[in-house]
Nanobody
Framework: QVQLVESGGGLAQAGGSLRLSCAAS????????VGWFRQAPGKEREFVATITSGGRNTDYTDSVKGRFTISGDSAKNTIYLQMNSLKPEDTAVYYCAARPFLASNNAKDYSTWGQGTQVTVSS
């Protein structure tokens, strides 16, 4: 059973950067798709980015394209979300999630979740 632990959240000013990490236990990198999702207060959890097993393909929601980059380090069993040019509307709890093999931007398709990390962007 894969377990996920996020880190790297915090407070940033608008225009600044943060890098989130999603560390996984178990044999993870070559067999799972990892997604980053976020949930702002009073809003539904929304898709941010995915990376397929082995890091071959990535996908992003339109609002973060050109600003966020998802990547992976197989040696460290860790997936990253580099967030640049942050905006106040990026403020949310960010979660990483994993599912076997097939990418999806629907949170309901993911069965394994981390505990979340808070990102707050001030204007």
């Amino acid at each position: 059973q894969v377990q996920l632990v996020e880190s790297g959240g915090g407070l940033a000013q608008a225009g600044g950067s943060l890098r989130l990490s999603c560390a996984a236990s178990g044999r993870f990198f070559s067999n799972y798709v990892v997604g980053w999702f976020r949930q702002a207060p009073g809003k539904e959890r929304e898709f941010v980015a995915t990376i397929t097993s082995g890091g071959r393909n990535t996908d992003y929601t339109d609002s973060v394209k050109g600003r966020f980059t998802i990547s992976g380090d197989s040696a460290k069993n860790t997936i990253y979300l580099q967030m640049n040019s942050l905006k106040p509307e990026d403020t949310a709890v960010y979660y990483c999630a994993a599912r076997p093999f097939l990418a999806s931007n629907n949170a309901k398709d993911y069965s394994t979740w981390g505990q979340g990390t808070q990102v707050t962007v001030s204007s």
